[in-house]
């Protein structure tokens, strides 16, 4: 386990591999663990040093202390990848995030457009108000406050939002969910709610991918198309059997399709270096 210090609070993250550089970002009561089985995988290529990290408020970053509660927004999660890249001396790299991390990746390639090569969006809202109604509830402070004074609430939502996902998701919602804190829950969640970024995406240069489960639940699969209307050098590939967590229910096409997407960034950089 590796971490950081930052002005905000700890932060928490894994790496494995060796090669070109990638970063991860998970989604909303998640952690770096969603993407576990995914870091194996692009480690063993030989070709990427893969790091996940948990935001603040989440996962092992839960733990640390943080002096404000606006470390829970959007722009602090970006501002968080910033200090993490600037610690480890990383100059630029493919950014990929699930669902909340797909917002926060599309928003760091938005502000420091010069510190990511490539963007790639995993059922990730560029509408906050595409989440399902119960998400977008419990961004409400008096809602989120009930829920977590009495746990049987927040469990028997899960179970109905999570009624027909696989047990590997539904055992991992649990457990991260616990390790979250009350006020990253709602804050974090609630920022989402209001974030729109289509006005700003055409002013995104570098190639974009969005990998959207078409059974998803969670976050509308319409968001694949304001991506395509919004963003000229976009890529989007829709998996048919998944829901929320496509890295999970179809995990062979979601690697071919992620793999594909880094390996075109790195015949890109390739081909520039040769150019020079």
């Known amino acids: 386990m590796s971490s950081i210090v930052t002005e905000q609070g700890i932060l928490h993250y894994e790496s494995i591999g060796r090669g070109q550089p990638v970063i991860l970002l998970h989604g909303w009561i998640n952690s770096w663990d ?5 870091m194996i995988a692009l480690a063993k290529t030989g070709i990427y040093r893969v790091y996940a990290l948990d935001f603040w408020g989440f996962g092992d970053s839960a733990t640390g202390t943080l002096t404000s509660t ?19 001396g990383i100059q630029q790299t493919p950014i990929l995030g699930h669902s909340m991390g797909g917002t926060v ?8 457009p010069e510190r990511v090569s490539k963007v790639a969006v995993v059922g990730s809202p560029v509408v906050g108000r595409s989440l399902n109604p119960f998400l977008q509830l419990a961004g409400y ?33 649990f457990r991260d969910v616990q390790r979250t804190t009350m006020e990253s829950f709602f804050r974090s969640i609630g920022d989402l709610r209001e974030t729109d970024l289509r006005a700003d995406l055409p002013s995104l240069k570098i190639p974009t991918m969005g990998i959207y489960g078409t059974r998803d639940n969670i976050v509308s699969p319409n968001n694949a198309k304001m991506l395509c209307d919004n963003v000229l050098d976009n890529q989007v590939s829709m998996m048919h059997s998944s829901r929320h967590f496509p890295m999970v229910d179809e995990p062979e096409n979601f690697l071919s399709a992620l793999d594909s997407f880094l390996q075109d960034a790195k015949l890109e950089a390739e081909v520039e270096v040769t150019r020079e």
């Open 141 to 173: 402070g008096a809602i989120a406050k009930l829920v977590w004074r009495y746990p049987i609430m927040l469990r028997s939502i899960m179970r109905i939002l999570l009624a027909r996902d696989s047990k590997k998701v539904r055992n991992m919602i």
């Open 34 to 38: 969603v993407w576990r089985d995914s």
């Open 70 to 88: 606006t470390s829970f927004q959007i722009s602090s999660y970006v501002e968080m990848v910033y200090q993490f890249m600037e610690t480890l």
């Open 105 to 112: 990746a599309l928003q760091m390639a938005l502000t420091y």
